[in-house]
C-alpha cells in the first residue's frame, strides 16, 4: 500500500509541475521552437559568446529570409509572368488583362 501511495504521489506532482502523464505522446515543436533549436545549434557550433552570440541569434530568428534564399532561379511559369509583365506596360484595364491572358497561355 505504502508503494501504491508513493507512485501516486509522484504521478500528482509531476501531473502539477506540467510533464506529460506516462503514456500521453509529447506536444511537438512549433516551428518557431525548431527554429531557436536551429540557431541554438549554429551558434554552438560556431563557439559564439557574448554580443556576437547576440547578434547572431537576432539575424537567425528574424523572418528575413536569407540571401542565399532570395537568389533562386525562378521557375518557367515566373519568367514568363515577368516578361509578359515587362511587355504590358502602359496598356491599361481591358486591353492589358487580354493581354497578359494571351501572353501567360501561349
Known sequence: ????????SALVLALA????????PAM??????????????DATGKGLKGDER?????SCLSNKPA???TAKTMTPQQERMKKCNA????????DRKAFMSACLKG
Open 54 to 58: 547576440k547578434s547572431f541569434m537576432s
Open 67 to 69: 540571401a542565399a534564399a
Open 17 to 24: 509541475v506540467g510533464a506529460p502523464a506516462i503514456g500521453t
Open 87 to 94: 511587355d504590358a506596360t502602359g496598356k491599361t484595364g481591358d
Open 28 to 41: 511537438a515543436a512549433t516551428p518557431q521552437q525548431e527554429k531557436m533549436q536551429a540557431c541554438n545549434a
Open 1 to 8: 500500500m505504502k508503494t501504491f501511495g508513493i507512485a501516486a
